[in-house]
């Protein structure tokens, strides 16, 4: 039977193009992008261009839907074959693409168009330059970067996230900003947020690492970092590292009309001090368990309500494209 090759089958692994040739497309990425987001024609003529320049083919575009806002594009890409799948868009489009993403050997890359952009950060890729941000996505250096995995109550399926969660007044800032706003100032909605919310009471909650004996604590937040850097510089997890293996956990417990100023002092010490406001601990397994429910936010992303939050270090199931100088 004879069969018509297509582009992708024209290229033999070792195939030397013949003299005056044009140099056969080897690779190709796929990007799955937000179009809430501003993938304009600027960066999709950059990306074109870019794969163009490196011998890569056209890339494969994958629009994300409110009813899917990554997932099935990951999952498109993958089967498609791709070398590298882009997330472009916020923190959000990047959770969905590496929960598909992890444990497997396809790359993911990292176009940040979102508010927090909270791995991107955290990997050293620029924020604010276009054109590196898309190099590094198609060519950069492969590392391997731990994921969590997460259950909230008693949900039948886990949930995946790369920078953090958290259960009660982070994750009702999250829930609580403006997104108006947050279009206008940006990151700084988030403070307007927490300021709002400032008001409230600790919730009793029962804690255990590493499948260790519980104990209790009355908390405003319970926060679990894999890596530590978020907006405007600050450090929440100090000392964090995404590929070590370990998960950091941070407690805020204010008391009294002074409580805050305690979490602040706290925070500013960075673990250094013993205060009950403001708790550090590490381990591979987390608990947690609320009397009430609470608001509940993964990598930035108000995701509902629960009382119960079960989390597990996946070590090294990603890989991300990052910069040689990262």
Sequence with gaps: MTHTPTPETLTVQGQQDAPGASPTLTKRAAVVFNPAKNVDQDLQGMLRSISAE????????????????????????????????????????????????????TAMGLIPLGTGNLLAR??????????????????????????????????????????????????????????????????????????????????????????????????????????????????????AQIDDGVLDLLTLAPHGKLGWLSVATGLLARGRTKSPAVEYFQGRKFEVSFEDPHEVQLDGDHVGQGSKMSLTVDPSALTVNVAPDA
Aim: proline share 4%.
């Design 122 to 239: 955290n990997l050293g890729i620029r924020i604010n330059d276009p054109e590196h941000s898309v190099r590094t996505a198609l060519t950069g250096v492969q590392r391997r970067i731990d994921v969590v995995r997460v259950r909230v109550d008693d949900a039948a399926e886990q949930q995946l996230f790369l920078v953090m969660a958290g259960l009660g007044f982070d994750a009702a800032i999250m829930a609580d900003t403006n997104d108006d706003l947050k279009d206008r100032v940006g990151w700084l909605a988030y403070v307007e947020a927490g300021i709002r919310n400032l008001p409230g009471k600790p919730g009793r909650a029962s804690i255990s690492i590493d499948g260790g004996p519980r104990y209790t604590r009355r908390l405003r937040s319970f926060m679990v970092g894999n890596c530590g850097r978020l907006q405007g510089g600050l450090e929440i997890f100090p000392g």
């Design 54 to 105: 490196e011998g890569w083919e056209e890339p494969l575009w994958l629009e994300t839907t409110i009813e899917d806002p990554g997932v099935g594009q990951a999952r498109q890409a993958l089967e498609a074959g791709v070398d590298v799948v882009i997330a472009a868009g916020g923190d959000g489009t990047v959770r969905c693409v590496a929960s598909v993403l992890a444990d497997s050997d």
